[in-house]
Each structure stands twice: as structure tokens, then as C-alpha cells.
């Protein structure tokens, strides 16, 4: 994959057409090139949105689509290009995060972190991952995929429309049912505690 020198116009770099790879019988497999075209300013919000910072953007961008050119037959089509492209561009952009932590540690010769939580801390903590894992392994696959882009990763409702290239209202009314399935959930499992109101 050629890449050429950058506009200078904030944009991701300019990549010439890769050869399409061989598909499976039956699974539609985008040529590499076709895929960079359509989707490289999509991949280049999403690295944003990570905490990528604008120095980096290019050189990010550049080692997401070398991973999407290594893993392009595991494409199965099944799920849209957008939904893989954002799981890998999520991936790329957590180890440059922690890339970057660990080199200015480095930088620092002490390493800076976090006092450890209190023991009862750690424990609530624990039991709230715990719950949302239980509540996100009993929802609608529509609703929990809306509900983790939303609510966990912090999206906003026109991005994971775009990401799910669905209709923004079905995003909210995915939203909606989601979020009263977590209410009944939370307060399924409080049991006999009821809410305390202020």
C-alpha cells in the first residue's frame, strides 16, 4: 500500500488503489483500497474521538488499515464495514494511549498513578462491572450494540448512526428500550431495596 505525502489540509493521507484480495465463496471481501477511500476520514473522527492526538492522526490511521489489510479475509460481511473498521480503530487507539502512558512514565523516571482504591471501593467497583456484564449479556444484540456505543464508549447518537449506518431514530428508539431494560434490570436486583429518593 502506497501512501503519498499528506495534503496539509487536515485530512487523512492519500493512498493508492491496493489489488482486491481473494474472497471466500460466497463472503463479499472490499478490495483494500476501496475500503481506505470510503472510510479513512470515518476511521480518522474515530482515532479522534480516542484520544489520538492530531500529531499522531496520520501515522494511527496508516497502522489501522495495515491491520485491516492483514486481516481482511477474516471479513465475513455478516456485520457492516464500519462496525469492524471501529473495533480496530478502538484497538489501535487503546495501545497508543497506553504507549504514550508508559513513555512519558519513562519520561518522569517515577511513575505517576492512581492511589489504590479502598478496599470497599474495589469491591463496588467489581460488583458494578459484574452487573453491566450480566445486563449486556441478556439485551437485544440491536439494543446492546447502540446501548455499549452510547452509554459506555460515549458516543453521540448521530455518530453511531453513521457507525451502524442505520436511521438516527432507530438509534434512539434502540437507546430508549436499552436503557428502561437497565432500569428493570438494576431494579430487578435491588430486590426488596427500593430507590431511596433525596
Known sequence: MAVTEPPGDGHPPVVAAAPAHASRPGTPVPPLGELYRRHADFVWRV?????????????VVHEVFMIVRR?????????????????IARGVASNVR?????????????PVSDPPPAPDQAIERAEAIACVAAFLAELDP???RVFELVDIEGLRGPEVAELL???????????????????AFIDARRGAHPRRTP
Not at 438516527?168 to 428500550?177: G, P, T
Open 47 to 59: 482515532l479522534r474521538r480516542f484520544g489520538v492526538p492530531d500529531e499522531a492522526l496520520e501515522d
Open 71 to 87: 486481516r481482511l479475509p477474516e471479513f465475513d460481511g455478516r456485520a457492516e464495514p464500519t462496525t469492524w473498521l471501529f473495533a
Open 142 to 144: 440491536d439494543q446492546r
Open 165 to 183: 449506518a442505520t436511521n438516527l431514530n432507530v438509534v434512539y428508539s434502540r437507546l430508549r428500550l436499552a436503557r428502561r431494560k437497565f432500569e
Open 98 to 110: 497506553r504507549g504514550r502512558a508508559r513513555a512519558e512514565a519513562r519520561a518522569h523516571l517515577v
